[in-house]
């Protein structure tokens, strides 16, 4: 049997979810190939400036986005 492998989607869809559920209304997550620095994943909120990562592939690009989001999250929890 297969380990249980995460696609690019199931990654999307918990940034989104973590970014819904701690800042409310999110515009989109998406990840795109940028011809000069690679994978770049973004997170555009409504009310907020967009939060960008870059990577060197797409996962990379996912993982980094998710670490921002969580670093801002937690900082925010702090005060």
């Given amino acids: 049997m297969a380990e249980n492998v995460k696609t690019v989607d199931d990654r999307i869809?918990?940034?989104y979810n973590i970014a819904k559920e701690h800042f409310g209304e999110v515009?989109?997550?998406?990840?795109?190939k940028h011809t000069k620095i690679g994978w770049v994943a973004k997170i555009?909120?409504?009310?907020?400036e967009s939060l960008v990562s870059e990577g060197k592939d797409a996962t990379d690009a996912l993982k980094n986005l998710r670490k921002r989001l969580k670093k801002i999250i937690d900082r925010y929890n702090m005060v």
């Fill in 44 to 48: 555009q909120f409504d009310e907020f």
């Fill in 13 to 15: 869809e918990r940034i």
């Fill in 27 to 32: 515009r989109f997550v998406g990840i795109k």
